[in-house]
C-alpha cells in the first residue's frame, strides 16, 4: 500500500484541509532503488529475466505487425505490466516490480466532506466500486485520478506481485 498525503492541517483557519496538487503514479512500481545493496544484488538475476520476457514480448507483437496487414496495436506500458509486474519466486517478489491493482479515491473539495471509491483490477479489467454500483473502467480512467479539484483524486494505492507463469497474485488482493 501506498498512502498519498491529500490532507493537511491549516494552522491559518484552524481546520484540515484537501491537497489539490495532481501526483502521478506508475501503473508498475519498481521498488530496486528503494531496497538496500544487498538485496539489489539478490535481485539482479530475476531481474535480467523480467527485461528479457518483456523484451521477448515486444519484439514477439513487432513482428506479428510486420507479417500483417492488420493495425496490431502495442501499448509498450501494458507489455511493461504483464512482463514485469511480480516476477515472483515461491519466496516473494524477486524482480522488485509490482503491478498496480487497486486505487482509493476521493471525491469533493473538502476534507471533512466528500466520498470514497474503489478503483480494483481483480484480473486483466478495471473496475470501479462506487457504493452499490460496480462499473467497468478503462486503465485511463484509473491514470486520471492523479487529477485535481472535486473530481475522484487518488488517496491510496494498492500494488501486488503477480506471477507471469500463472497469472496468480502472490499478494492476494
Request: proline content about 3%; aromatic content about 10%.
Amino acid at each position: 500500500f501506498v498512502h498519498l498525503v491529500r490532507f493537511s492541517w491549516r494552522a491559518d483557519t484552524q481546520k484540515k484541509a484537501k491537497i489539490l496538487k495532481p501526483v502521478s503514479f506508475p501503473l508498475v512500481l519498481d521498488t530496486f532503488t528503494l531496497c538496500t545493496d544487498a538485496l539489489k544484488e539478490s535481485m539482479q538475476e530475476e531481474r535480467g529475466r523480467v527485461l528479457a520476457r518483456r523484451d521477448k514480448e515486444l519484439e514477439r507483437r513487432r513482428q506479428a505487425r510486420q507479417k500483417t496487414q492488420f493495425d496490431v496495436t502495442t501499448n509498450a506500458e501494458e507489455v511493461s505490466t504483464g512482463a514485469m509486474a511480480g516476477d515472483a519466486h515461491k519466496i516473494g517478489n524477486k524482480s522488485g516490480y509490482y503491478e498496480l491493482c487497486g486505487v482509493i479515491s476521493h471525491k469533493g473539495r473538502s476534507a471533512e466532506s466528500g466520498h470514497y471509491v474503489f478503483w480494483g483490477k481483480p484480473e486483466d479489467q478495471w473496475f470501479v466500486y462506487d457504493d452499490e454500483h460496480v462499473a467497468s473502467v478503462t486503465e485511463e480512467d484509473v491514470k486520471r485520478l492523479s487529477g485535481v479539484g472535486e473530481a475522484h483524486i487518488a488517496y491510496v494505492l494498492m500494488y501486488r506481485s503477480r506471477d507471469p507463469r500463472t497469472k496468480a497474485t502472490t499478494i492476494p488482493l
